[in-house]
Each structure stands twice: as C-alpha cells, then as structure tokens.
C-alpha cells in the first residue's frame, strides 16, 4: 500500500511517519527525497516560486517508480512523509497558481495514494514545536504560510475520500493510534483484509 502523511511543518508527520512504517514493515520515504533535485532544494537558502515547481515536481518524479510498486499492492508497502499533497498546500501560498492546477500536475505524475493522513495541528501548537527544536527556521515555516496551507489541506480533506484527518495535536502515542487504524481501515476497504 502506498500511504503518505502530510501536514503543516511542526505537526508531528516525521514522528508518525517512523512509527507507522515501523509497525507495517513498510519502507519510510520523504519528500524532499536525497535525488539531485531534492539537493537543490535543500542547498537553496530561499527558492524561488520557478525553482520550487521545477525540483519540487522532478524530484517527486524520481520518486514515481517505487510509488508505483506501492500503490494498490498488498505486499509493497510505502509510508512517505509528505505528498504531492504538500505541493498543493504550500506552492498555491501567494504565488497566483491553483491548488487545483498544482494537484492536476502532480497526479500526472504519481500513482494514486491507497490513504493520505493529514495531520492537523493548530498552526500555534506547529510554531510551538518549531521554536522548541531550537534551529534555524527553513523559509517555509511562517505563520502566513502555514495558516494558508493548513487550510487547502482542510478544504481537500473536504473533497477527496482517500484523504483522513488525524488530529496531531495529543500525545504522540494517541495520535499513532488512530494513524495505525485510519491505514487499516484503508487496507479493508481497498482489500477486504489487513495486508500489513
Ligand atoms: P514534522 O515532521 O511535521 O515537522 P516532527 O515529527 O519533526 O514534525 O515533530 C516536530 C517536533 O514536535 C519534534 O520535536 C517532535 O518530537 C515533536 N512532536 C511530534 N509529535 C508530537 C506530539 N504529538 N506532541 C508533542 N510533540 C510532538
């Protein structure tokens, strides 16, 4: 199965992200992703808006062929922190392109999730944690920003049955449980049986 877990920075996906797959067996990806593009990214102090699409998307695309054994299978199984999902959360911020573009671009290239977990947190208690790790803040991790992007995540919870909200905001053991049920719950309804 290929599952993902997206949500503002700070909201706990890291954290989730190694407990699930440890639970499943699943092997763990991240996006941004160690490919060239994804170095870019990471070597960038401040990305522009073309610079982010560009190796945002080719990095995913290097990422493409190990989601594609995931996706539907019941013995391949992928737990990724971060989706395209992100993408049309964060490059929709102030830029004049749509979540609705951003999304179309983004499944052009990647197979279809079996789930996507957002995990909400209130921007504050995401500010919180991010202030707490005590390092430099990446260019993205601002209150306008993820007060906008913690609401396209919400309003595409709203639209799109194979993304569950998981409220992140309780302990961390909590909040693993109802991560470890929304994937089961996903493994019945996709297969009729718990494949993990
Ligand atoms: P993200 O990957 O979404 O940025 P992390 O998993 O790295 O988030 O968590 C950010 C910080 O918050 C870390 O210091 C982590 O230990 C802490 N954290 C994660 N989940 C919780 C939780 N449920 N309650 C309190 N702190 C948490």
């Given at each position: 199965m290929l599952i993902s877990i997206d949500g503002i920075d700070g909201c706990g996906k890291s954290t989730q992200v190694g407990l699930l797959s440890g639970v499943l067996g699943a092997r763990r990806i991240q996006e941004?992703?160690?490919s060239r593009w994804g170095k870019r990214l990471r070597a960038t102090a401040n990305p522009s808006l073309a610079q982010q699409l560009a190796w945002f998307t080719a990095d995913r695309a290097t990422l493409a062929e190990s989601l594609e054994e995931a996706s539907g299978s019941e013995t391949v199984h992928i737990v990724s922190d971060r989706s395209y999902l992100s993408a049309v959360a964060y490059q929709s911020y102030d830029s004049g392109l749509t979540p609705s573009f951003l999304e179309e671009l983004n499944r052009s290239i990647v197979p279809e999730y079996d789930l996507q977990i957002f995990l909400h947190v209130p921007v504050t208690t995401a500010l919180v944690r991010i202030e707490a790790r005590g390092e430099a803040k990446d260019w993205c991790e601002h209150p306008g920003l993820l007060t906008w992007a913690d609401r396209v995540f919400e309003t595409w919870v709203s639209m799109r049955d194979f993304i569950e909200q998981v409220d992140?905001?309780?302990?961390i053991d909590e909040v693993a449980a109802d991560v470890r049920d929304a994937a089961c719950a996903a493994s019945l309804r996709r297969f009729g049986r718990i494949v993990f």
């Open positions: 941004i992703s160690p992140g905001a309780r302990g």
